[in-house]
């Protein structure tokens, strides 16, 4: 481990980890890990999935109790000073420390202000005082500058707004030391850097963060400490205005080794025309006269990776759900064709005997079925292809999981592992694997990589290319630019739900795009 050595009069930590040990049946999820964060400091935590960090997090905000009964738990945490055993979140919470998870703990249908105070809500006799619930929600909506009512349902904000109605809930609990996991995974750049720049302001009022993030340019942008962790173990321990940092440096720390690329080589072999859309058109599913995709043309060759940019809100994800099978959006038209020949989508098993196929961005939601097994979820789209007679074979059912899990890499305890217990690269792994044994001509991969680390990345971005060495169509949707130009061959853009430039990967930089979008009008062909 490479720690750094802090001057003997420093302050004492806010939060000091020493040898912390986390075990599970038959798994060493954590291994004399060491953590030290002070007061006022953002403090980044990185690592591939599955190598600790959620886990630790959870030790750390009381979700796994310590002593826990099975005897699985080692190490001491300090914070403020004192050894500290937490039986259960409240105990951390008592002492200020408020853990963000990914998949934010909000009720749509409740207003923030109920949002901000659900479970010690201000109360006068026994009674809701709502007058002074509403006020201290003006004054903590303010100190986060989101410009909302408190009488607002959540449902109805962003993801955006909804992570700093969390932070807000977090303030309303007197927070010292505020945990975010993975918090800009969802985000475009302007929400992600109002966030970042939320932080250092609670950073200067003495509030200290840990950010779990694989988004390495905001993790050197506003950490003053950082720890890399790696199959559950700390490697790597930063002080950042006194260490040299690099992203090369942490992604080496991360994976142990240098990655040298971060997109696979490859040598594209384009072939003949496999896909096309005609002026396809579709309008939102509840406001009836919103045209959402507007008279979009598009082609995909054979082998060829298109990708497509634009910002949230474009009409990207809604213009790839209505091709598969229609499933967003109403008075859907336009033209879908395979080979020269019209192809009927309208429905999703007709889009996948097409020779669709559909990664959803959300995989926990419309990708997976969590509860359900590895196997079970690799043959879902396909289960004519283990079954005989319309009865289901078990014994197939298993050895196609297992040969994915080989040709992916999968890191699971087995095929009959639920889905739930898996890291996210992993669960994109699955998913792709239930898609593969579809066996796709077009492949429509929707921010495929979101949430996953860089090594798991270039394992996906491997995978894409073989698919394409192989003959298959890609469609590419992804929000980091640096992405789609490594990766596609030809790269189009859309704005408002229309295409508004195409242009080849070759030579395209990221503010050619940028300025495609914001200067949107006749569609540009470069």
Known sequence: MNATTHDSAAPAPLLALRGITKRFPGVAALEDVRLSVRAGEIHALCGENGAGKSTLMKVVSGVYPHPDHGGDYGGELCFDGEVRRFAGIADSERLGIIIIHQELALVPQLSIAENLFLGHEPARLGVIDRMAMHARAVELLSRVGLRASPQTPVGELGVGQQQLVEIAKALAKEVRLLILDEPTASLNDTDSDALLDLLLELKRQGIASILISHKLKEVTRVADGLTVLRDGRSILSLDCATDPISEARIIQAMVGRDLSERYPPRTPAIGELLFELRDWRAFHPVQAG???????????????????????????????????????????????????????????????????????????????????????????????????????????????????????????????????????????????????????????????????????????????????????????????????????????????????????????TQEMIMGAIVGAGEVAHV
Request: charged share 25%; hydrophobic share 45%.
């Open 290 to 508: 919103r045209e959402v995709v507007k008279g979009v043309d598009l082609t995909v060759r054979r082998g060829e990776i298109v990708g497509i940019a634009g910002l949230m809100g474009a009409g990207r994800t809604e213009l790839a759900m209505s091709v598969f099978g229609r499933s967003y959006g109403r008075r859907i038209s336009g033209s879908a064709w395979m080979d020269g020949r019209e192809v009927d989508v309208s429905t999703v098993p007709k889009a996948i005997a097409a020779g669709l196929a559909y990664v959803t961005e959300d995989r926990k939601s419309l990708g997976l079925l969590l509860e359900e097994s590895v196997a079970i979820n690799t043959t879902l789209a396909h289960l004519g292809g283990v079954s005989r007679a319309g009865v289901l074979d078990r014994a197939r059912e298993h050895q196609v999981a297992q040969d994915f899990r080989r040709q992916l890499g999968t890191r699971c305890a087995g095929v009959e592992q639920r889905v739930v217990h898996l890291s996210g690269g992993n669960q994109q792994k699955v998913v792709l694997a239930k898609w593969l044994f579809a066996g796709p001509r077009l492949l429509i991969l929707d921010e495929p990589t979101r949430g996953i680390d860089v090594g798991a990345k270039y394992e996906i971005y491997s995978l894409i290319a073989g698919l394409a060495a192989r003959g298959c169509g890609i469609l590419l949707i992804s929000s980091e630019m640096p992405e789609l130009l490594g990766l596609c061959d030809r790269l189009y853009v859309m704005n408002e739900g229309r295409m508004v430039a195409e242009f080849p990967a070759a030579g395209t």
